[in-house]
């Protein structure tokens, strides 16, 4: 169950780490041009073929002289959160990776809706879900439902999710792309190079269990995705390969976005959500 108490926790971030999470991720991106705004910027002399409407007739009354009023026209970034709900997010010993990486996304969408943002969220696995972008607390909550109603399943096919996705995305935005990344190598590359010309953070979700396999023996394995079962023989050797597969997967995302300016986090789903932030926004 997805649970959204720690969402007030998040209002207890110092306002320092408030300014960055604003300015860098989530601020409001404002461009002068013209016609008219939201923000009041200045005056300038009126000019033939300039809108009589724009005349601030006040300063009018006050000097015989006719000024135009400037604004500024407040363009707002949209926040694209994108969460893996494909079969392999459905392991977990104590929470659900999917659940685990919902917490995060809906986390993400509540700083946005804070700063009166656009959100949309998504979900993907064989499909692409997309929900259109809106503003406010309500918007969330029906998120809130939706995923708690929602079971992570099915093969994951993320390249194909965000080639459809990325035709969605009307200007350069902000996007959080939340999942185990347990793909190929090649796909995760070419995912995060079609989406490399927008602000983007990359955090892996992991369960402890597949950061470090402490399970010795005999045991008969299930895929998550394609649901077939194979006997295995855990060894003190076997797990060590494991973990060094594992960490060099994860080394080369960490390469990949580096060398495209993205941020990466790994995270295993036994951290604390509002600890998890400390670090995403940090």
């Known amino acids: 169950m997805i649970e959204t108490k720690f969402l007030k926790q998040l209002d207890k971030f110092s306002l320092v780490i408030k300014k960055r999470v604003t ?18 910027r200045d005056h300038r002399i009126y000019a033939p073929g300039d809108d009589i409407r724009a005349i601030d007739w006040k300063v009018y009354a006050r000097t015989d002289d006719l000024y135009i009023k400037n604004y500024e026209e407040e363009r707002n970034a949209t926040v694209h959160v994108i969460v893996d709900q494909s079969g392999s997010m459905n392991f977990g010993k104590q929470v659900k990776k999917f659940e685990y990486a919902a917490q995060l996304g809906i986390g993400f969408a509540y ?22 972008p809106k503003r406010g607390m309500g918007h969330l909550m029906t998120m809130v439902d ?3 109603k929602i079971k992570a399943q099915g093969h994951s096919r993320m390249n194909e999710a965000l080639m ?3 035709k969605a ?4 935005s902000i996007i959080i792309l939340i999942s185990d990344f347990l793909i190929s190598q090649e796909e995760i590359t070419e995912v995060l190079y079609r989406i490399s010309n927008h602000d ?12 470090a396999l402490k399970f010795q023996g005999d045991f008969k394995l299930k895929d998550a995705e394609s649901g077939t079962k194979q006997k295995v023989h855990i060894s003190q050797r076997t797990r060590q390969q494991y973990m060094n597969q594992m960490e060099q997967h994860t080394l080369k995302i960490e390469a990949t976005c580096g060398k495209l300016g993205m941020q990466f986090f ?17």
């Open 23 to 40: 300015s860098s991720y989530l601020g409001q991106r404002r461009s002068i041009a013209g016609g008219r705004g939201i923000l009041f």
């Open 200 to 211: 983007v953070k990359v955090i892996q979700v992991l369960d402890p269990v597949e950061k």
């Open 111 to 132: 700083l946005a809706t804070q700063e009166n943002e656009k959100l949309q969220f998504s979900t993907f696995a064989e499909s692409l879900k997309i929900f259109q």
């Open 146 to 148: 939706h995923l708690n």
């Open 266 to 282: 790994s995270l295993t789903s036994d951290t604390p959500v509002f600890d998890a932030f400390y670090q995403l926004l940090s």
């Open 164 to 166: 459809q996705y990325k």
């Open 169 to 172: 995305i009307a200007s350069k």
